[in-house]
């Protein structure tokens, strides 16, 4: 079957780094979205990878292993803003994106 | 308009009803979807079509359909809402399918009783 696994909830302190796992099972794989979604409203695009190792931008990165079934968002000089869930959404073998129920990210003064 | 409309915000519906819920993006994109997203599950597709003419069905297809009579416009139709369907509904749109990304509407609110 397919399976996303993020963790449910995580809290960093403005200013700092966090890092969001997501591992994934998925029947073919055609790359990998993250979105990020704030409360009440709708997700919006962060970053797509399709090949192995890490793609910056700005203060976002994403990274994939494709080997490991595995991909990582990193946030650096986390603002108030960030707050919000990050959902990890492989593309599966018919271009099908499959959604994780995504990391709540509490980000503390 | 720029973007994904959807209407209405929100609304409450009495069981057995019929119900659309409208979608219509100025982008030119090929491609429109339909998901839910109910509270601690990810986004599940319902409906899609990759342009215009043409639909197909997602992981939870039944209960719902769907038309796409021209690129603009994307409804979808609760032919007789139940409790279970009670969730928040996101159209979204790409340029073509496939790994393009896919850009979202601001989602309808919508509660069955």
């Known amino acids: 079957g397919q399976n996303i696994d993020q963790p449910t909830e995580m809290t960093a302190t403005e200013g700092a780094i966090v890092q969001i796992n997501c591992t994934y099972q998925?029947?073919?794989?055609?790359?990998l979205f993250w979105y990020q979604q704030h409360a009440g409203e709708a997700p919006t695009f962060l970053s797509y990878n399709v090949l192995d190792g890490l793609e910056e931008k700005g203060r976002f990165s994403s990274f994939l292993s494709r080997s490991k079934g595995y991909s990582y968002l990193l946030l650096k000089e986390l603002q108030m803003k960030d707050s919000a869930s990050y959902l990890c959404?492989?593309?599966?073998?018919?271009?099908?994106?499959?959604w994780g129920a995504g990391t709540k990210l509490i980000i503390k003064p | 308009i720029a973007g994904i409309t959807q209407a209405p915000t929100s609304q409450i519906l009495a069981a057995g009803r019929r119900m659309t819920l409208r979608c219509t993006q100025d982008?030119?994109?090929?491609?429109m979807y339909w998901y839910r997203q109910d509270l601690g599950l990810g986004l599940r597709l319902i409906h899609y079509?990759?342009?215009?003419?043409?639909?197909g069905k997602g992981e939870v297809p039944d209960g719902y359909s769907v038309s796409r009579a021209n690129t603009d416009d994307f409804p979808l139709t609760l032919a007789s809402a139940v409790p279970s369907q009670t969730s928040v509904y996101f159209c979204a749109s790409s340029e073509e399918g496939g790994a393009d990304t896919q850009y979202f509407g601001p989602g309808t609110r919508l509660t069955v009783l």
């Open positions: 959404a492989p593309l599966d073998s018919n271009y099908q994106l499959i």
């Open positions: 982008m030119r994109h090929n491609a």
């Open positions: 079509s990759n342009t215009a003419g043409t639909t």
């Open positions: 998925t029947s073919g794989f055609n790359g």
